[in-house]
């Protein structure tokens, strides 16, 4: 069973940082794409940033493109979202998943793709 624990959230003001931390257990985690989503309270899920397993190729939404970076380490079964210039409209809970595809080519993926989900980490930002 895989395992998915989000970790590093927390109480910011704009324009602060925050980094956030996926750790993973009971897998592959090495052959394994990551994502990051967020939602947001009354909003649908959305899809933030991905990491292809090899961490080769990376992948951002366009609301924190240039300001969000998705990292991995693989020694360490851990996926990092690295947060700056935050804004009051990142508030949300940020859930790290996995589609669980081996050595996937393809990392833009929706929601409706993930296999296993964490349980989330809420980031708040004050303005």
């Known amino acids: 069973q895989v395992q998915l624990v989000e970790s590093g959230g927390g109480l910011v003001e704009a324009g602060g940082s925050l980094r956030l931390s996926c750790a993973v257990s009971g897998g592959a985690f090495r052959y394994y794409n990551m994502h990051w989503f967020r939602q947001a309270l009354g909003k649908e899920r959305e899809f933030v940033a991905a990491i292809r397993w090899n961490g080769g190729i990376t992948y951002y939404s366009d609301s924190v493109k240039g300001r969000f970076t998705i990292s991995r380490d693989n020694t360490k079964s851990t996926a990092y979202l690295q947060m700056n210039s935050l804004k009051p409209e990142d508030t949300a809970n940020y859930y790290c998943?996995?589609?669980?595809?081996?050595?996937?080519?393809?990392?833009?993926?929706?929601?409706?793709?993930?296999?296993?989900w964490g349980k989330g980490t809420l980031v708040t930002v004050s303005s």
């Open positions: 998943a996995t589609d669980l595809e081996v050595l996937g080519a393809e990392i833009k993926r929706p929601s409706r793709y993930m296999k296993y």
